[in-house]
């Protein structure tokens, strides 16, 4: 099997997977019975840490429940344990289930006593065995360790793991929920054509995009965390440098670095942001002469690329899997063998993870 093939069809095989967790929503209001808390505090990293900034923006504006989000190395060493509140819930993210802070820190929060639980690959893994409450997100041992399917994959199951919550406690009712839960299903419909539109509009910018030295993802609102995940995605798998920013942060400071090798990408999902990028993409073809894009969740006729999706809610991770595949065919075409870390000697040098025995 070739990489293309394999990648390919790990992305393609996304809307299956999210179906299967879907169908399996019953586990969370079932481990979840008595649950309680007000606010919820998300401990992860890279990927894991975007599909929780994906989740933030539902979870407050649509189920009432305050989100903060943590690195495990910063949440574990600069915690304040005076600052413990029994009112949070504490979710740890873990897709390979075996990174070694956020193993302590699930035991620091353990013993004072807070409700801890656990997002993971494998329930047999030490982060999973540590947490009170654990879920499988349900990416199925993902065989790429530039994560797709478990970027998709950890964000649904937070969508279902903080759903049941609201649900516990009363912030939404049943029918609301059960809206919620079809709207999710109907990513399955959604993602298939948003890899079609990825692939023929590649095919169109291929030569242009192998040619940029550096990229630049700027979004806004929920579409903030899939630029700091396309940005995570293309920087690790092509590789190129990247970097990413709330949309209106981009023009102020970083503006100064722009050049005409660069290209830039904008995600925009209301008018007040769309008529901002079209500002900021009006200067970077005029003025910069630099290659840019404009993503938008509104039907247009313009040079905008309209991203289809029937959710107003989850419409986030039709974005992301855009970005997948765009990325992958960059990386393929640039010759990255995507396999294989650039570095493998680095785990000489440090080691995250603990042992599974």
């Not at 897709?95 to 047999?124: D, F, M, P, R, Y």
């Not at 790429?144 to 793991?161: D, E, H, K, P, Q």
Request: glycine share 6%; charged share 20%; proline share 3%.
């Amino acid at each position: 099997m070739t990489q293309e093939q394999s990648m390919l069809e790990v992305i393609q095989n996304i809307p299956n997977q999210i179906l299967k967790r879907l169908q399996a929503s019953g586990e969370f209001s079932q481990k979840l019975t008595g649950v309680t808390q007000d606010k919820v505090l998300i401990v992860a990293s890279g990927t894991s840490y975007n599909a929780a900034f994906t989740v933030k923006d539902f979870t407050e504006k649509k189920l009432g429940l305050p989100v903060t989000i943590d690195y495990p190395n910063h949440f574990y060493h600069h915690f304040n344990e005076s600052l413990y509140d029994e009112r949070t819930l504490y979710v740890f993210v873990s897709q390979g289930g075996t990174t070694k802070t956020v193993l302590e820190t699930i035991e620091k929060v353990n013993n004072l006593g807070g409700v801890t639980v656990s997002l993971t690959e494998s329930l047999a893994t030490p982060i999973a065995k540590a947490a009170k409450i654990s879920f499988e997100i349900g990416s199925e041992k993902e065989p790429f360790i530039f994560r797709t399917a478990g970027y998709s994959l950890t964000a649904v199951t937070l969508y279902l793991t903080l759903l049941a919550v609201a649900l516990e406690k009363g912030k939404i009712t049943k029918p609301e929920w059960a809206d919620f839960y079809n709207e999710l299903v109907g990513l399955k419909k959604d993602l298939p054509e948003v890899m079609t539109l990825a692939e023929e509009w590649y095919q169109k910018n291929q030569d242009i995009l192998l040619s940029r030295k550096a990229l630049f993802f700027a979004g806004g609102g929920s579409l903030w965390p899939i630029a700091q995940e396309a940005d995570i995605k293309f920087m690790e798998m092509i590789p190129i440098f990247t970097n990413s920013f709330e949309i209106e942060e981009i023009i102020h400071g970083p503006q100064n670095c722009f050049n005409d090798s660069m290209g830039f990408f904008f995600l925009v999902e209301n008018k007040m942001d769309e008529e901002k990028a079209v500002s900021i993409d009006s200067f970077i073809k005029k003025e910069v002469g630099a290659f840019s894009q404009i993503l938008t969740t509104t039907k247009t006729d313009s040079e905008m690329l309209y991203i289809a999706s029937k959710s107003s809610n989850f419409h986030s991770l039709v974005f992301m899997t855009f970005f997948q595949v765009v990325g992958f065919k960059l990386a393929t075409d640039s010759g990255r063998n995507l396999t294989q870390k650039m570095y493998p000697q680095i785990d000489h040098y440090i080691n995250k993870t603990v042992e599974v025995k």
